[in-house]
C-alpha cells in the first residue's frame, strides 16, 4: 500500500530539484562561455589598443574610446576617442560624444599624467544581456518540462480517487456490490472500507427490508382467507337462520377484510416492482395486446358498474419491458380508473408513440384529483381524503406508488393531469421504446 | 571549479544510485533489512579502503588501488548473480554488492575532496558542486524507483534486463581498469560512437552509469560485456521462472 502524500511529495521533490539543479549547471555552462567570450574580447581590445599605439593613422574601429593627457596636452587617443577631454570628473561617469552614450573612467595617477578610457553603454549592456539570458534561458526552457511533468505525475498519483469515482458513478442503483480497486493507496483505503462497509449494510437493510414485508404479507394471506372463508361462511349461516342485520355489521366487517386482503397484495406486489429489489426480465412485448387483456380482465367489474371502456390508438405497439410488471401497471390505472369513475362512467386508453417513446394514456371521467395533490399520490399509502375517501371505494394507497415504481424501472415518465372529458383525472405514462 | 566537483560526483553516484533504486524495487518489502546489510559492509569498507589508501596505491607496483577497485567491481558483479541464483541469499548478497560499489564511489569522492591538488576548488565550490551532484544523483535515483515500481505494476519483466545491464556495467568497469593496468589486452577497437553519442553528453553520461556505455570499446571489453550480460539476464530468469 503506497501514501499518496508520500509519493507526491518524493516525486515532485525529485522532479524540481533534477530539473532545477540540471538548469543551473547548464546555467552556469552558458554564463562560463559567455564570460569567455567577453574576456577574450577585452584582450582583443586591448592588443588592438597598443598595436594602435604603433601604427600611426589606423583608424581600426575599437570597442573602447582611450585618451593619455600629458601636462594637459593630449599625447595619445584612439581612433573613436575625441580631441577634447572625455570626462572631467575622475572615477566613472557618463558622456554623450561622437553620437553615442559612453560610460567613461577617468583616472590621474599623477598629476602630470590623466588616463580616460569609455565604452559605448549600448555595448555595455548587449554584453551584460547576453550574459543574464544565458542564465536565464535553461531555467524558463525547464518551465514546460516541468508543468508536464507535474501534470503527469498528479494525474497519476490521484488515478485510484478518479477509478474510485468511475466505479460510483457507473453503479447502478440496486448494485450494492462492493468496489474493487488495485493498488489502493493509504488516504484511499480507508475512505473505500467504509464505503463497502456502507453498501453491505444497505444491502442488508433492504434485504431484511424486502423480506420483512414480503414475509409479513405472505404470513397474513393466510388467516385472511380462512377470515374470509369463515365470514362468508357465518353470512350465509345467518341468512338461512333468518338473523338480521340492521347495522350492516357483517358487511363492514366483510368490506374490511377485503380492503385487508387488496392491500395486503398491493403490498407483496409493491415488493415485488420495486426498483431496489426487482430484477426485470426485458422481453419483446406488444402493449396494445397487453392493454386488451387487461381490459377483457376488468371487463366483469367495469359492465358490472355499467361502464363505458375504449382502446383507441394503435393496434400493436412493440416495446422491451417486462411483462408482469407492465400489465400490473395498466390494471392499477384500469383498476383506479374503474373504482373512481360513477356508475355508467367512460374509462378510455390511448396508445400512440412520440419520437423514441411509447405513450399510453388513461383517463375518466370521475372525480379527478386537485393539482396540488398530483405529486403526493405517488406516495406508499397515501389517499385523497383520507381512509374515508369520498367514493367509498376500498384502497390501499399503493396503486399508484406500484406504477411509479414500474414506470421507474422501465426508465420512462409518469404525468398527471386533468381528464379529457369534463371531468376526471388523466395519467399519461411514457416508456421508452 | 564548479562544474569539475559536480562532474565528478556525478560519475561516482550515478551508477550506486541506480543500482540501489533498482535493488529497493527488488528488495521492497525488507528495505529496512536491505539498508542495514547495505549500511555495514559499506561504512567498514570505505574506512577501511581510506584509512589504507596511500599503502594500498603503493601496492603492485603502485597499481594496488586499481586492482582493488576491478577486484570491487568484479566482486559486486558475482554478488549480482549470486543474489539472482539463490532466493535465501538474494538480499544478503545484493546488499553487499552494493556495498562493494559504494566504496569504489565513497573513496574515489573522499579522496577528491582531501587531495592537496582541490586548491583550485574553493570550499563554496566544493560544497556547491556536491550539492549539485547529489541531489541529481538523488532525484534520479527516487525518478528511477517509481519508474520501476511502475513497469512492475504494470507486469513489464524490466528488472531482469536492468539488473543484468547494471551488473555488466561494472564488468565494464573492471575490464577498464585491467586495460589500464595492462592486466587485459584490450584488442582491436570494435567501433567509435563518439561522434553520434558523445561519452559527455548528459545522456551518454546517463548511460554510462546505468550499462557501462562506451564510445570506444575494444574487442576484449565487448566480448566481456555480452558474456557478462548473458550470464547475469539467465541467472535473473531463472529466479523469475522460479517465483
Redesign the interface.
Known amino acids: 500500500m503506497r501514501s499518496l502524500r508520500r509519493?507526491l511529495v518524493?516525486?515532485l521533490?525529485?522532479?524540481f530539484?533534477?530539473i532545477s539543479?540540471?538548469a543551473?549547471?547548464q546555467s552556469?555552462?552558458q554564463r562560463?562561455i559567455r564570460a569567455e567570450a567577453l574576456f577574450d574580447q577585452d584582450l582583443q581590445v586591448l592588443a588592438s589598443s597598443l598595436s594602435q599605439q604603433y601604427q600611426a593613422g589606423s583608424q581600426q574601429e575599437l570597442g573602447l574610446a582611450l585618451q593619455v593627457w600629458q601636462k594637459g596636452e593630449l599625447v595619445y587617443r584612439s581612433a573613436l576617442a575625441p580631441e577634447t577631454s572625455m570626462s572631467e570628473a575622475e572615477g566613472f561617469s557618463e558622456h554623450n560624444f561622437a553620437g553615442k552614450r559612453w560610460r567613461v573612467f577617468r583616472q590621474t595617477p599623477t598629476d602630470l599624467l590623466t588616463v580616460i578610457v569609455a565604452q559605448p553603454l549600448k555595448q555595455r549592456q548587449q554584453l551584460a544581456d547576453e550574459v543574464i539570458t544565458a542564465s536565464i534561458y535553461p531555467v524558463v526552457l525547464s518551465l514546460p518540462l516541468q508543468a508536464l511533468l507535474i501534470w503527469l505525475v498528479v494525474s497519476?498519483a490521484l488515478s485510484p480517487i478518479k477509478r474510485f469515482s468511475a466505479q460510483l458513478s457507473s453503479k447502478k442503483a440496486n448494485d450494492l456490490s462492493p468496489v474493487e480497486l488495485d493498488?489502493v493507496p493509504a488516504e484511499l483505503d480507508q475512505m473505500l472500507k467504509t464505503t463497502n462497509q456502507l453498501f453491505a449494510r444497505l444491502a442488508d437493510a433492504f434485504e431484511r427490508e424486502k423480506r420483512f414485508a414480503s414475509d409479513v404479507a405472505h404470513e397474513l394471506r393466510t388467516p385472511l382467507s380462512v377470515l374470509q372463508v369463515n365470514l362468508h361462511n357465518a353470512s350465509q349461516q345467518w341468512q338461512h337462520s333468518g338473523i338480521s342485520d340492521p347495522e350492516g355489521s357483517m358487511l363492514a366487517l366483510q368490506a374490511g377484510v377485503e380492503r385487508m386482503s387488496a392491500l395486503i397484495e398491493q403490498i407483496m406486489l409493491l415488493n415485488r416492482t420495486n426498483p431496489e429489489h426487482f430484477q426485470a426480465r426485458t422481453e419483446q412485448l406488444d402493449l396494445a395486446g397487453l392493454c386488451r387483456q387487461v381490459v377483457a380482465d376488468w371487463y366483469p367489474h367495469i359492465d358490472k358498474k355499467q361502464q363505458q371502456i375504449e382502446l383507441l390508438g394503435l393496434e400493436h405497439l412493440s416495446l422491451k419491458g417486462d411483462a408482469f410488471a407492465l400489465r400490473l401497471l395498466v390494471s392499477n390505472l384500469v383498476g383506479n380508473a374503474s373504482k373512481y369513475s360513477a356508475v355508467g362512467g367512460s374509462i378510455q386508453l390511448e396508445l400512440s408513440t412520440n419520437q423514441q417513446q411509447a405513450m399510453l394514456v388513461v383517463q375518466d371521467n370521475g372525480p379527478g384529483i386537485a393539482p396540488e395533490e398530483y405529486s403526493r399520490v405517488f406516495d406508499r399509502f397515501y389517499r385523497v381524503g383520507g381512509d374515508r375517501h369520498q367514493s367509498g371505494t376500498i384502497g390501499s394507497g399503493l396503486g399508484l406508488a406500484i406504477v411509479r415504481d414500474i414506470v421507474v424501472l422501465h426508465q420512462g415518465r409518469i404525468s398527471l393531469g386533468a381528464s379529457d372529458f369534463s371531468s376526471g383525472l388523466k395519467v399519461t405514462v411514457e416508456l421508452p421504446l | 571549479m564548479?562544474?569539475n566537483t559536480?562532474l565528478m560526483f556525478l560519475r561516482e553516484l550515478l551508477p550506486l544510485c541506480l543500482l540501489l533504486a533498482t535493488l529497493l524495487v527488488w528488495h521492497r518489502s525488507v528495505w529496512r533489512s536491505f539498508a542495514l546489510y547495505f549500511a555495514f559492509p559499506s561504512l567498514l569498507m570505505l574506512s577501511l579502503i581510506s584509512l589504507q589508501m596511500v599503502w594500498i596505491s603503493e601496492q603492485l607496483d603502485g597499481l594496488g588501488l586499481e586492482l582493488l577497485y576491478s577486484f570491487l567491481y568484479l566482486s559486486c558483479f558475482v554478488l549480482l548473480c549470486l543474489s539472482a541464483l539463490k532466493a535465501q541469499w538474494a538480499l544478503l548478497s545484493s546488499a553487499f554488492a552494493a556495498a562493494c560499489l559504494f566504496s569504489i564511489s565513497g573513496s574515489n569522492l573522499l579522496l577528491y575532496i582531501w587531495l592537496p591538488g582541490q586548491a583550485e576548488n574553493t570550499p563554496a565550490d566544493l560544497v556547491l558542486g556536491s550539492a549539485?551532484g547529489v541531489?541529481?544523483g538523488?532525484?534520479?535515483a527516487?525518478?528511477w524507483y517509481?519508474l520501476l515500481t511502475?513497469l512492475k505494476?504494470w507486469r513489464i519483466q524490466s528488472f531482469a534486463l536492468l539488473l543484468s545491464l547494471s551488473g555488466a556495467r561494472q564488468v565494464m568497469m573492471t575490464s577498464a581498469l585491467l586495460i589500464q593496468s595492462d592486466w587485459l589486452v584490450a584488442g582491436p577497437q570494435l567501433w567509435q560512437t563518439e561522434q553520434l553519442l558523445s561519452e559527455q553528453s548528459?545522456l551518454g553520461f546517463f548511460l554510462q552509469a546505468l550499462m557501462g556505455y562506451e564510445a570506444t570499446p575494444s574487442l576484449s571489453q565487448v566480448l566481456l560485456y555480452v558474456l557478462c550480460f548473458t550470464v547475469l539476464f539467465w541467472c535473473c530468469s531463472l529466479m523469475e521462472k522460479k517465483r
Open positions: 509519493y518524493t516525486v521533490i525529485a522532479l530539484t533534477l539543479f540540471v543551473a549547471l552556469y555552462k562560463a497519476k493498488q | 564548479l562544474i559536480v549539485l541531489g541529481i538523488a532525484s534520479i527516487v525518478l517509481y511502475e505494476q548528459e
